[in-house]
């Protein structure tokens, strides 16, 4: 078995439409690329990427990851194929951030504090806006550890997929 690379896809608990839409064939594209996709399993987000996983031809049942911050599974029956309720409450940000890359889209204090975990274990950080967190922060450098890095704006999912073969080569 290879290993596939998993890409976090972190932002608000409560996205508007057009985000989700970019989530659902951000989620599609990343699948067909040979992606695992993983969430802090919570709200809106984690749906519009399971659903858009689901409808990738490449798609197999592991594609999708949700690291929950409770004991309960529940909350992401339907949103993913692996569902790992850590009970970490929000010290689980730092599992989520822990994917091989980070997008963000939109984001409050919890996607702030994945964009922080992200930043110190050295993982690209890939914003596509929509207000919030994600936004404020591009072409951030967070502090010094890195120097020559900083939050990525992509404006498009053709532009995450190339920042992601150069990122993460």
């Not at 004991?71 to 692996?82: C, E, M, W, Y």
Request: hydrophobic share 45%.
């Amino acid at each position: 078995m290879t290993y596939r690379p998993q890409i976090s896809i972190v932002g608000s608990r409560s996205l508007g439409e057009d985000a989700l839409t970019l989530a659902r064939l951000l989620s599609t594209r990343l699948v067909d690329e040979g992606y695992r996709i993983v969430t802090g399993g919570l709200g809106s987000l984690p749906n519009a990427v399971h659903i858009g996983a689901t409808s990738s031809s490449s798609y197999t049942g592991g594609d999708t990851i949700a690291l929950l911050p409770g004991f309960d599974p529940k909350p992401a029956i339907g949103h993913a194929d692996i569902i790992i309720p850590t009970g970490l409450d929000i010290a689980r940000n730092a599992l989520v951030a822990n994917g091989d890359a980070v997008i963000a889209i939109g984001g409050g204090a919890g996607t702030l504090s994945e964009i922080a975990f992200a930043w110190q274990m050295n993982r690209p950080i890939i914003s596509l806006g929509h207000g919030g967190w994600s936004e404020k922060l591009v072409g951030e450098t967070i502090d010094q550890r890195f120097p020559q890095k900083a939050i990525i704006f992509c404006d498009s999912i053709d532009a995450v997929i190339e920042t992601l073969v150069l990122e993460l080569e």
